[in-house]
């Protein structure tokens, strides 16, 4: 495993706890070190809990020493960073280093496998650049794409229980190693860490070989659709406000049609983290390199910049004027369970806030370090009761459940002003009205 950001260490550590022998390693020296010695550097839930058994039981390891771990290694996971460059193309400048290093220290023929996510055409770069390096040692090597779909909160879940495994692949020796690769997780021979063995019926994971091209372009495909659904959400939501409609009506009853699915409706701030914004940038990118305008997903990610406007939009006309204001935010992660904070809505909720000089009191359950030492002018408290004592106004801007189940009639007896402003519509309007609450939300009156 190249890369021990989340994809990597999720699929090490699930790889390992389903029987694998798995060796990491990063370029990151600190990691490294921190992972031996039995920390863990990012927050997912079961993830502290499956490295600890695995690294007891000898299946997974860590070293600094990449040679080391290529050496090791018969199939190679390259899990390393795939950041949006100012054009919004995927930069795979890690990709290409990643490759002449395996090219280089590699004595035996291996299967590069890219889990990164990188655009359509990138494994075909891969195999050019690792047959380059390796003129020298001569070593064979195959390529093979292996997108992940994970998500972040839920990742060892997901995991264990995916609804499809793409593998695209040059020849069926690839994706008969791949398939014995997932063959626990595909005969469900593993036991299952989240549901503690016993996991619900479901059905099970396809196994899908395809071509190289096509599974990466899947990724790219169906993280860009699931955007779209987001802002076709808020448009809707934006819609509803205009009409006198309620948005949480509409999109139930759309989501009842199985063509349309109930998912991903959620109108609010819109969509943040380190997938969907940088993905849709790198598939518009790609769209237009090869002459296909997508003008579509060129909407939908305007609309979804939109949603912070529209947030402050409603701020302003509660508020009026925010300088001297004392403004409580709860939620700072780009989504609930995690403590990723990259592209978070919020984030940009507290930027505007300070730059327009109200009093930020964030409160968050896992991202309050990481936000520090971003925004050191806030006050943050990890009890939200404390972040909305003496507030004019509570902005949610995460779903977490703690805010979700708030005790409102506490709040409002500690809160200077009885206003919040919902981006995420967790509140029921009527039940915070009824409380003595100016309640707004997006896309229900
Ligand atoms: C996403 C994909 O879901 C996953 O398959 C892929 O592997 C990585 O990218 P993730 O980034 O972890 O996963 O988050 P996800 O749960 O998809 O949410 C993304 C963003 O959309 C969050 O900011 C979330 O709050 C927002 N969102 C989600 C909405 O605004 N409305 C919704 O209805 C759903």
């Known amino acids: 495993m190249i890369g021990c950001g989340y994809v990597g260490l999720v699929t090490g550590a699930c790889l390992a706890e389903a029987g694998h022998e798995v060796v990491c390693t990063d370029i990151d020296r600190e990691r490294i070190a921190k992972l031996n010695a039995g920390g863990v550097p990012i927050y997912e839930h079961h993830l502290e809990g499956i490295l600890t058994s695995a690294r007891k039981a000898g299946r997974i390891s860590y070293t600094a020493d990449t040679a080391e771990a290529i050496r090791a290694g018969d199939a190679i996971f390259i899990c390393v960073g795939t950041p949006p460059k100012e054009n919004g193309e995927a930069d795979l400048s890690a990709i290409d280093h990643v490759a002449r290093q395996i090219a280089e220290a590699a004595r035996s023929p291996k299967l590069v496998i890219e889990k990164s996510t990188v655009p359509a055409r990138t494994g075909i770069q891969l195999g050019r650049a690792l047959a380059a390096y390796s003129r020298e040692t001569n070593v064979r090597f195959r390529v093979a794409s292996n997108p992940e779909f994970l998500r972040e909160g839920t990742a060892v879940e997901d995991f264990f229980h995916p609804d499809r495994i ?9 994706a008969a190693e791949l398939r014995e690769i997932y063959r626990p997780i595909l005969e469900r021979s593993f036991h299952c860490p989240v549901h503690n063995g016993a996991c619900p ?19 790219h495909a169906s993280n860009s659709f699931l955007a779209l659904k987001i802002s076709y959400a808020n448009v809707i939501a934006d819609l509803c406000e205009r009409i006198g409609a309620d ?13 349309i699915g109930g998912q991903f409706l959620r109108a609010g701030l819109g969509f943040g983290g380190f997938c969907f914004p940088k993905d849709v940038q790198a598939f518009i990118h790609l769209a237009g390199a090869v002459g296909v305008d997508f003008d579509i997903l060129k909407a939908a990610d305007r609309v979804n910049k939109q949603c912070i406007d529209r947030f402050f939009e409603k701020v302003r006309k509660a508020l009026w004027v925010l300088k001297g204001k004392q403004v409580a935010v709860l939620g700072l992660a780009f989504k609930a369970n995690t403590d990723d904070i990259r592209f978070a809505p919020a984030l940009e909720v507290v930027k505007r806030l300070l730059e327009e000089g109200a ?3 964030a409160s968050d359950p896992e991202a309050i370090s990481r936000t ?4 050191p002018q806030a006050a943050y408290h990890r009890d939200a009761y404390e972040a909305l004592r003496s507030a004019d106004a509570a902005l949610v801007c995460t779903e977490w459940d703690v805010f979700r189940n708030l005790d409102w009639e506490r709040a409002g007896k500690l809160m200077a002003r009885r206003l919040v402003i919902d ?9 915070m009205r009824e409380l ?6 997006f896309g229900r009156e």
């Open 359 to 361: 009093h930020v009191h």
């Open 166 to 174: 793409v593998v695209g692949v040059e020849d069926e020796s690839s």
């Open 201 to 219: 019926a479901g059905h099970k994971a396809e196994f899908l070989v395809t071509t190289i091209n096509s599974a990466e372009l899947i990724k």
């Open 247 to 259: 948005v949480e009506e509409v999109t139930h009853a759309m989501g009842l049609d199985p063509r």
């Open 372 to 375: 520090k030492a971003l925004y």
């Open 436 to 441: 003595g609450f100016e309640y707004y939300s």
């Open 423 to 431: 981006g995420r519509n967790l509140y029921s309007p009527q039940r």
